[in-house]
Structures are given as structure tokens and as C-alpha cells.
């Protein structure tokens, strides 16, 4: 994942350069939170499966502490990746999506979640395909759940290759 938003933010730059002899310092951190994202999700993936493995064969030793820090981390990081756009005089804001949600309802502001349960600290390896889950209890109707790192990594990459492409 962000292969692509990662070639599209070297053709914006490329393009920059060509047209403006180089692009602000937010645009550089841009490109640099990206880069951070897409080692974190690969990091990511790794982990999620040894913790599936180790779970599946009963082993005790487990990596299940640094992929709930790196899962956290990639949200907090979106974080940053949400207020660059914001400020940015190049780019429109990032649309909604999970991992703005996860990062927003779950990890920054849980005491605002309708579920008091969202509130204590939750985290789950997930499955192969959607990933470690923050706070995957589902709560009341209309309770905010996460879908799983893997995928909202995927929609987020989605969102930025669109946001890049409408600038080239």
C-alpha cells in the first residue's frame, strides 16, 4: 500500500520543480509522512501475522505490543498527514475516512464515543486481510467501529492518490 500515493506525490514534485524550481517545506513533509505510512503498514502486516501465528499455535512469546504501538502510531501519523492538507495552500482537505475516524473518535477523543466502552483501551491483531482493530467492540447502534488497519490504510491510500492525481 501507498506505492501509488508515493509515485504520484514524485510526479507532483517533479512537477514543481520543473515549473517552480522546487515546493514549500509542508509539501516536503508531505511526501515524508507518506513514505512513513507505507513503513509502518508493511511493518504492520509483518506483525499481524506472527501475532495470528503465535495465537494459532499457543505460543506465549508474542509481537503483539509493537504492532499495537506501529497500529497506533500509523493513526496518529494520519493525524499529522489530516493538518498538512488542512494548512496547505496546494491541496484540498483529506475527505473523511476510517483511518481519520479511528484516529479522531477512538484514539484522540474516546470519551465522546456514544459507547463508554470505547473509552478503555482496546486493541486486537484483527484477521489477515482487515488487520489489528482499535477498540473493536461494537458498541450501541451507530457506534463508530474500526474496520482494521489494512483497510483503512487501503481507503487512505485511495484518498491521497486522488488528492495528488487532481493536481497533475
Given at each position: 500500500?501507498?506505492?501509488?500515493?508515493?509515485?504520484?506525490?514524485?510526479?507532483?514534485?517533479?512537477?514543481?520543480?520543473?515549473?517552480?524550481?522546487?515546493?514549500?517545506?509542508?509539501?516536503?513533509?508531505?511526501?515524508?509522512?507518506?513514505?512513513?505510512?507505507?513503513w509502518l503498514i508493511k511493518r504492520?502486516?509483518?506483525?499481524?501475522?506472527?501475532?495470528?501465528?503465535?495465537?494459532?499455535?499457543?505460543?506465549?512469546?508474542?509481537?503483539?505490543?509493537?504492532?499495537?504501538?506501529?497500529?497506533?502510531?500509523?493513526?496518529?501519523?494520519?493525524?499529522?498527514?489530516?493538518?498538512?492538507?488542512?494548512?496547505?495552500?496546494?491541496?484540498?482537505?483529506?475527505?473523511?475516512c476510517g483511518a481519520t475516524k479511528?484516529?479522531?473518535?477512538?484514539?484522540?477523543?474516546?470519551?465522546?464515543?456514544?459507547?463508554?466502552?470505547?473509552?478503555?483501551?482496546?486493541?486486537?491483531?484483527?484477521?489477515?486481510?482487515?488487520?489489528?482493530?482499535?477498540?473493536?467492540?461494537?458498541?450501541?447502534?451507530?457506534?463508530?467501529?474500526?474496520?482494521?488497519?489494512?483497510?483503512?490504510?487501503?481507503?487512505?491510500?485511495?484518498?491521497i492518490v486522488n488528492i495528488l492525481?487532481?493536481?497533475?
Amino acid at each position: 500500500m501507498f506505492e501509488r500515493s508515493l509515485e504520484e506525490f514524485r510526479r507532483y514534485r517533479d512537477k514543481c520543480f520543473k515549473e517552480q524550481g522546487g515546493f514549500s517545506a509542508s509539501d516536503a513533509e508531505l511526501g515524508l509522512k507518506i513514505s512513513q505510512l507505507q513503513w509502518l503498514i508493511k511493518r504492520a502486516q509483518i506483525l499481524n501475522v506472527l501475532v495470528l501465528d503465535c495465537a494459532r499455535k499457543k505460543k506465549t512469546h508474542s509481537p503483539f505490543d509493537e504492532l499495537e504501538i506501529i497500529s497506533e502510531s500509523f493513526y496518529y501519523f494520519v493525524g499529522r498527514l489530516e493538518e498538512l492538507l488542512k494548512y496547505s495552500e496546494s491541496f484540498p482537505n483529506l475527505p473523511r475516512c476510517g483511518a481519520t475516524k479511528v484516529r479522531h473518535q477512538l484514539l484522540q477523543h474516546p470519551e465522546k464515543e456514544k459507547s463508554r466502552a470505547k473509552f478503555m483501551p482496546m486493541f486486537t491483531s484483527g484477521d489477515y486481510d482487515g488487520g489489528p482493530l482499535i477498540k473493536s467492540y461494537s458498541g450501541p447502534e451507530g457506534s463508530f467501529t474500526d474496520k482494521g488497519l489494512f483497510y483503512n490504510a487501503k481507503e487512505l491510500d485511495e484518498k491521497i492518490v486522488n488528492i495528488l492525481t487532481s493536481k497533475q
